[in-house]
Structures are given as structure tokens and as C-alpha cells.
């Protein structure tokens, strides 16, 4: 015990508590942040939902149609009148056309950066990707600044975080979004949740009280928080498992098949569901993504939107707004649809378009704005911001502010820069009312 050098310390990290919940599965059962008890509806705090539209978005497929474009930029899918009488969309979102009164699009999202991952990370942390520091994301933030004492935690990606742009960075790894796998898939559960067969819990408080012996010799070595992050892990796995409330909220089988019809029987539809499962029982982050890329249509755009994708957001995104409607929960729900750019007005020899961040589109719904409007405008082709254009700084502070957290609040980096969080933006006046 007097010789650990720091690969036996970082080893010693990866010993089982159950006998097979290694430091990977201990890290997707993370954090030492949870929220408080579901409020009432006059009181419930503000939680986001967000559907990360990884890979980027269509703008004029999808939410600024341009019927009257040049032919070698114009979408083959119609425009279609929405309930706002002057505002359009793509014909093959037609259910979110009759809620165009809960909802603004912004039609100018613009920024510089045209490869995915630092567009990820732009738009996730509101910072210029920097090789040296690792900027945590909105999620991370999210679960550092509204923690509290509840077994959930306050931030979920469902089915997980793709990459460092949704993680934590320099806050370190308890404060990374939890990771809920696709509730999709058949007979859908969390990993983990349970004891492992054979292990009872008078065993697992023995293994435990071992594991705290050993853990006292480590944390007096330890001067970089390692210890004290693993025992935040630990703590948060042994409390999810005691807790049949949070272990209740991910059985997402107890909603009946109507209601599951209704959202859509996919990794969309069913991520939506389990959102709502989670932001009503306190849960006040939740990403919903249908994973790494999804949307980067370089080819063969035009039947890929037209009989799955379009269609799949469709049905999740009006039913959750229905949903939280119905149970007095939209006003307090901010919804959120974007990718980390748009895609390019011309299409290409592939018959698919490739990325275009001067001008993107996106849609805030909830969270106690006023719906039925439009931010910004594009120019007739749909290549640059012809007025109005909205930064990602200005939306993440614009986000912080929805959510309670202090947009200009400063964190000192791992190499001792001091870093704010809103990225000096500043709320946008359009989304406050």
C-alpha cells in the first residue's frame, strides 16, 4: 500500500463494486447531481428538452421552404401552410404545421465553422473549440448549477453522449450527462439499476464499506480529484438502485400503447416519451438525439427526409407538445430542435447537400414563449442571413437565463483561464416573453 504509483491509483479505479460494475458502467451511472422532487405545476421549475439533430439539419427541407429559389437550390417537397396564417413549412412535417402557434422558428442561426465536431462543440458550449481546454456543455453546466439532494440526476442524454461536445470537459466526468440508452429497443432497461443475481443489499453495504477503506488510503495520495470523483459515481449508482421512484420514471412500458403509437415507434418518438418521463419527475436537461450524424444527408437527401426522417420528428415532437400541454407543463418546458448546422442551398452531384453553418434554421417551442412567430429571415435562395442573424453565444445565454443559471457567471478552466459559461452572449429579447 506505500507504493502506488499513479497507473496502480488509476487502476484501482476500475475494481468492481458488485463484482461487474467496472469504471465504464460506474461513469454511465454518474454524478453527484440530482434534482429536487417534482414541484407543483405553479411551481415547477424550468427543465429544457432538446432534440439534437446531429449531422445537421435540411433548413430548406425542413422549417424555410424556398418554393420560389433558383431550381438547383429548390427542395422537390412542397410548402405548406401552417395554423399562422403566412408562415410555411415542408409538407412532410404536417403535424407540427397545425401547432405552428406554440412555436418560433428562427430562420437566421449563423455561425463560421463548417466540420462537425468543433460545430458541435460550438453549439453545445457556446466557446470556440481550443486544443487546450475541453469546455463543458450546456448539459454539464446544466448538472453542476441545479443539482440537489434527488436520487435523478439533472441532466440525461438519451440514448448518451456522443462526444466531448456533450460532456463535461475540464468540470470533470461526474457532472457528464447521464446516459439512458434507446428506449426504443425491446423490453428497454437501464443498465444497472439492479443488484446483480446473487447480491443482496447487506452484501453490497459490506462491499462497500471495503471499498471506503481502500478509498481512504487512495484519497490521501490524490491530488487531482480522482477519489472524490469515483466515490460522486459510486454514490449515484447505489442511489439510483435503492430508489424504485427513479428506477419507475425509466420504465417507459408502463405507458400505454396508445400513447406510445402516438409519439411514434422509434429511437425519436420513444427518446420523446422517455424526455417527458424525465422532466416530469425533475429531471431539468434532457437531449434526445437519434445518434452521431444521423442527419449528415451528403446523398440521396430528398427519400431519406421524405420517409423517415421528417416524418419520425413529426410525430415525436408535435405528440410531446400535446403532452405537456395536457399535463400544464409546456410553460415550464422549454423544447428545443437543432443540429450544429444547416446544409448547403445547392444540391450536390449526390443529390444530397453538405454543410452550411451562414445560415441555419431551428425551433424553440415552450419555456414560456409566445409561439406563432418567425426570428430572422434568409435570403431567397437560403445561403446567408438577409436580417436578424442570431449568434450561439446569444441562445445559450438566452437558454441559461430560461433556466435560472447566472449566464455571465465565470469557472476557472484546468489550465486556470477563467471561462464564461454564456460565452459573453447575451439573451435575446425575442425568446424572454
Not at 8 to 20: D, E, H, I, N, R
Not at 268 to 287: D, H, I, K, M
Not at 298 to 310: C, E, K, M, R, V
Not at 355 to 365: C, D, E, G, K, L
Request: charge should be neutral; glycine fraction near 10%; aromatic fraction near 8%.
Amino acid at each position: 500500500m506505500e507504493n502506488f504509483d499513479r497507473r496502480s491509483f488509476v487502476k484501482a479505479g476500475s475494481l468492481s463494486l458488485f463484482g461487474y460494475l467496472g469504471w465504464g458502467d460506474v461513469l454511465r451511472l454518474r454524478a453527484d447531481t440530482a434534482l429536487p422532487k417534482p414541484a407543483s405545476d405553479s411551481a415547477r421549475e424550468m427543465s429544457v428538452i432538446h432534440f439534437w439533430l446531429a449531422g445537421g439539419i435540411s433548413q430548406i427541407d425542413s422549417f424555410d421552404p424556398k418554393p420560389e429559389a433558383d431550381s438547383k437550390y429548390r427542395s422537390p417537397f412542397k410548402s405548406i401552410s401552417t395554423s399562422v396564417p403566412g408562415i410555411h413549412i415542408c409538407e412532410h412535417l404536417p403535424e407540427l404545421a397545425k401547432r405552428m402557434e406554440r412555436m418560433v422558428i428562427i430562420r437566421s442561426m449563423t455561425h463560421k465553422i463548417a466540420s462537425h465536431p468543433d460545430a458541435m462543440t460550438f453549439m453545445m458550449t457556446g466557446q470556440q473549440p481550443l486544443a487546450t481546454i475541453q469546455m463543458p456543455s450546456i448539459q454539464a453546466i446544466a448538472a453542476k448549477e441545479l443539482r440537489s439532494g434527488n436520487e435523478l440526476p439533472a441532466s440525461v442524454s438519451i440514448p448518451g453522449a456522443s462526444g466531448s461536445w456533450d460532456r463535461a470537459g475540464f468540470l470533470g466526468p461526474r457532472f457528464d450527462p447521464f446516459s439512458a440508452g434507446n428506449p426504443n429497443q425491446e423490453n428497454y432497461k437501464v443498465r444497472d439499476l439492479d443488484l446483480p443475481m446473487g447480491v443482496d443489499w447487506a452484501r453490497m453495504d459490506h462491499r462497500r464499506n471495503l471499498l471506503k477503506l481502500v478509498d481512504e488510503k487512495f484519497r490521501r495520495m490524490d491530488k487531482v480529484g480522482i477519489a472524490e470523483n469515483m466515490e460522486s459515481y459510486y454514490q449515484t449508482a447505489i442511489d439510483l438502485m435503492r430508489s424504485e421512484k427513479a428506477k419507475k420514471t425509466f420504465k417507459i412500458d408502463e405507458e400505454t400503447d396508445a400513447v406510445r403509437e402516438r409519439y411514434g415507434r422509434t429511437s425519436t418518438g420513444q427518446g420523446a416519451l422517455l424526455a417527458r418521463r424525465l422532466v416530469e419527475s425533475g429531471v431539468r436537461f434532457v437531449t434526445v438525439s437519434r445518434g452521431l450524424g444521423a442527419w449528415d444527408h451528403h446523398g440521396n437527401i430528398f427519400p431519406q427526409l421524405a420517409n423517415d426522417y421528417l416524418g419520425e420528428l413529426d410525430h415525436a415532437v408535435s405528440a410531446l407538445l400535446d403532452d405537456l400541454k395536457d399535463r400544464s407543463m409546456l410553460g415550464t418546458t422549454l423544447v428545443i430542435i437543432t443540429g450544429e448546422f444547416g446544409r448547403t442551398p445547392e444540391i450536390n452531384a449526390f443529390q444530397g447537400r453538405d454543410h452550411w453553418p451562414n445560415v441555419f434554421s431551428m425551433v424553440v417551442a415552450g419555456g414560456g414563449i409566445t409561439g406563432g412567430r418567425v426570428l430572422g429571415e434568409s435570403d431567397k435562395n437560403g445561403m446567408f442571413v438577409k436580417d436578424n442573424p442570431v449568434q450561439v453565444p446569444d441562445l445559450l445565454a438566452t437558454i441559461y437565463k430560461k433556466l435560472g443559471i447566472d449566464y455571465e457567471k465565470e469557472y476557472v478552466s484546468n489550465i486556470g483561464r477563467p471561462v464564461k459559461i454564456g460565452a459573453n452572449g447575451a439573451p435575446i429579447p425575442f425568446l424572454l416573453s
